[in-house]
Every structure is written in structure tokens, then in C-alpha cells.
């Protein structure tokens, strides 16, 4: 059974939470969806660990229902997730991040690795020189037309809710290895993963570039819980050597999921819902 609440920060944002799952049964899992500027979209990944521990997720602010006007800044989303453990009653978490929560959950570390029983980082954090790779096999997946319309859709200065919806199919069927099903994932996530808080997206995206994670993975690998793992899909646009490359630096091990892209338990539900189910066995001793 799913519940829901609200829990009250410190600067008075209200942010809401979903549980599912026993919450009396400790650490729970948390996980941080990507963005930044989208609301949750975890739902169906939530289920696949809920009898083996409890399950959290959360709206970040300025997203879904936790709304939000003003700022935002890396370290207060770090502190969010500090006050909503603190309004849990939660001293230790697995934590899973996916795409950009794998950004969050790693300056969570950084700030509080006193309060992680585990860590799962799933399609990210991507360090180094990535960008170009991606760019260039995101243009390899799109004709000619696709790349056309994009651009001019980026570039509108005013975009009606259908152009919205396309702009975002666009951008994001290109993340699946399957391009017919990946169209069809992009369009209903354009239309349910709204609105996207684009000034919050611009604001963390230039904040990361100034502050890249790259410069503090040395004291994130000391700081890493004893249970800690990346995931990536091998079809990725977004070069798998780059998680590799991480992995390495981080002495951490790398599954590999053949058959999908950046969201790989809509591609391959089976193997990812059996390497969580490992992961968090292992962390929370069941």
C-alpha cells in the first residue's frame, strides 16, 4: 500500500512524498529521480524492492506536487533530502538515484555519508569529457527532419502545450535502444512528466558545470557506504565508457544491461528488477 504526505523544510518549501511498502521496517530505500525539473517518474521501479524494504520517493522542489518559486541551489536539494529523512524518522537510507538524482545522491554522500546504509547509481553520474559523445549519437538516432525540428522548437521563444510535447519527445526517444518503443515511452512521458521546471534545470545545469562533480570524486570514494554500485545501459546515448570510467575511479563494480538505453527497466524490466533485488538485499541484510 502507497502513502503519501508532505513534509515541511526549513525555508518553508513543502515537499511531497510517496512510501510503499512497511515504513516501521529500517533503512528504507530512497529513490531520486532525474531531471533536474521533472517531477518523480520512479513508480514503476518502486514495486520491484517494496517487500524487501520500504520504499521513498519525493517531488523535489519547484517539481510535481511540491511546488516552489524561487532559487535553487545543489545544496539545498542535499538538505532536502536531509530534512525529509529527519521527518521519516529515518537515520540510514539506501539510496538510488537515476540520471541526475545519481548527481543528488552523490553530493548527498559527499555531505552526509554518515546516513547511507547503500548506494545504487543508475544511468549517471557521467564525469568527463561526455557531452560530445552523446550529442553525437543522439544526431545518429534522428534524420535529418527530426534534428530540423528540434532545433526550431528549442529555439522558439513561445512554445503551445503541443509543441511542449513534442519538443520533449524528441529530445528524449533517442535515450531507449529500441527507437519505435522509445518514441512511444518519449510521447507519454512528455505528456506525464510535466511541467518541466525549465528554470530550475538551467540553474542546477550551471551550478554543475561550475562545481562538476569530476573535482570531488577522490573524497567521494573515500566516503562511499560499504554498499555501493553503478548500473548503466549499454544502448545509452550517453557513452557507456564514461560510467566505466567512473567505475574505475571510484573502485566500484558496473552492470551492464545489454538491450537498453537510459531508462533500462522500461527495456529490460526482468534484469534490472533482479540486480535491485540483489543490491538491496545485500544492503539492508535480508
Same mark, same amino acid.
Given at each position: ?91 540510514? &537510507?539506501?539510496?538510488?538515484?537515476? !540520471?541526475?538524482?545519481?548527481? @543528488? %545522491? $552523490? =553530493?548527498?554522500? /559527499? ?123 549499454? &544502448?545509452?546515448?550517453?557513452?557507456? !565508457?564514461?560510467?566505466?570510467? @567512473? %567505475? $574505475? =575511479?571510484?573502485? /566500484? ?34
Amino acid at each position: 500500500m502507497e502513502t503519501q504526505g508532505l513534509a515541511s523544510m526549513s525555508d518553508g518549501a513543502q515537499l511531497r512524498w510517496m512510501a510503499l511498502g512497511d515504513t516501521a521496517r529500517q533503512p528504507p530505500v530512497v529513490m531520486l529521480h532525474g531531471g533536474p525539473g521533472l517531477p518523480d517518474y520512479l513508480g514503476d521501479v518502486a514495486p520491484m524492492v517494496a517487500d524487501l524494504a520500504p520504499v521513498y520517493r519525493y517531488d523535489q522542489r519547484g517539481t510535481g506536487r511540491s511546488p516552489w518559486r524561487g532559487r535553487h541551489s545543489l545544496a539545498r536539494h542535499v538538505d532536502d533530502l536531509a530534512e525529509l529523512l529527519d521527518a521519516w524518522e529515518v537515520s540510514k &537510507a539506501v539510496l538510488m538515484g537515476h !540520471s541526475y538524482g545519481t548527481d @543528488l %545522491a $552523490s =553530493r548527498f554522500c /559527499l555531505a552526509h555519508s554518515d546516513r547511507l546504509a547503500g548506494l545504487l547509481l543508475m544511468c549517471g553520474p557521467f564525469v568527463g569529457d561526455w557531452r560530445a559523445g552523446d550529442r553525437a549519437e543522439r544526431e545518429r538516432r534522428m534524420s535529418a527532419a527530426q534534428r530540423e525540428r528540434l532545433r526550431d522548437l528549442e529555439e522558439s521563444p513561445r512554445r503551445t502545450e503541443e509543441e511542449e510535447v513534442e519538443l520533449l519527445t524528441l529530445a528524449w526517444f533517442t535515450d531507449h535502444a529500441d527507437p519505435g518503443r522509445g518514441w512511444r515511452w518519449a510521447a507519454q512521458g512528455a505528456r506525464q512528466r510535466r511541467p518541466v521546471n525549465w528554470a530550475m534545470n538551467g540553474e542546477l545545469g550551471t551550478e554543475r558545470r561550475t562545481d562538476p562533480l569530476d573535482e570531488h570524486l577522490a573524497e567521494l570514494r573515500v566516503r562511499l557506504p560499504a554498499r555501493a554500485e553503478l548500473l548503466g545501459g549499454v &544502448a545509452d546515448p550517453r557513452p557507456l !565508457s564514461a560510467l566505466e570510467s @567512473l %567505475a $574505475s =575511479r571510484l573502485d /566500484l563494480p558496473l552492470t551492464r544491461i545489454e538491450g537498453a538505453g537510459h531508462e533500462p527497466w522500461l527495456e529490460q524490466p526482468d534484469a534490472v528488477r533482479a540486480h535491485l533485488r540483489r543490491f538491496v538485499q545485500a544492503a539492508v541484510g535480508t
